[in-house]
């Protein structure tokens, strides 16, 4: 049996439902830094079929070639992003979930460039590059 966990923005216009969360990471990329105007975010991978938007649909933004990321167009919460060189799955800020403290990374991602003043002394796998699901 699936447990459907539930996300949100700011002001509740955009809302989406996870049945299987399949990753969970922190990144340190500079587009996912300037999008949540955020030292780093942490997202959830989830496969397509796993999710869904249930409110209003968020604006989308091309960030970069092959890169959507989603915000809210009333409140401006950014919600995802997705890659096409990770087709099929979608990403779901943590921060936005109804439970956040469900969810716990598991990985770094885009190490590299991580602001140096942000302290990390967890024991999670510190990866370069991005994520492939
Ligand atoms: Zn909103």
Same mark, same amino acid.
């Given at each position: !049996? =699936?447990?459907?966990?539930?996300?949100?923005? &700011?002001c509740?216009?955009?809302?989406?439902?996870? @049945? %299987?969360?399949?990753?969970?990471?922190?990144?340190?990329?500079?587009?996912c830094?300037? *999008?949540?105007?955020?030292? !780093?975010?942490?997202? %959830?991978?989830? &496969? @397509?079929?796993?999710?869904?938007?249930?409110?209003? %649909? /968020?604006?989308?933004?091309?960030?970069?070639p092959?890169v959507?990321? =989603?915000?809210?167009? *009333?409140?401006?919460?950014p919600?995802?992003?997705?890659? +096409?060189?990770?087709?099929?799955? !979608?990403?779901? #800020?943590?921060?936005? !979930?109804? +439970?956040?403290?469900?969810?716990? /990374? *598991? &990985?770094?991602?885009?190490?590299?460039?991580? &602001?140096?003043?942000? =302290?990390?002394? @967890?024991?999670?796998?510190?990866?370069?590059?991005?994520? #492939?699901l």
């Amino acid at each position: !049996m =699936t447990e459907t966990h539930r996300g949100r923005c &700011l002001c509740k216009a955009v809302s989406f439902e996870i @049945d %299987i969360p399949e990753t969970c990471v922190n990144c340190h990329c500079e587009s996912c830094r300037r *999008q949540c105007s955020s030292p !780093m975010t942490t997202y %959830i991978g989830v &496969l @397509d079929k796993n999710w869904r938007w249930t409110g209003e %649909i /968020p604006k989308t933004y091309r960030s970069s070639p092959g890169v959507e990321r =989603t915000f809210c167009g *009333q409140c401006g919460t950014p919600l995802s992003f997705r890659s +096409e060189r990770m087709s099929g799955v !979608m990403h779901l #800020y943590v921060a936005a !979930m109804e +439970e956040p403290e469900r969810f716990r /990374p *598991q &990985l770094h991602v885009a190490y590299e460039e991580k &602001l140096s003043w942000l =302290t990390i002394e @967890d024991d999670l796998p510190k990866r370069n590059g991005p994520e #492939y699901l």
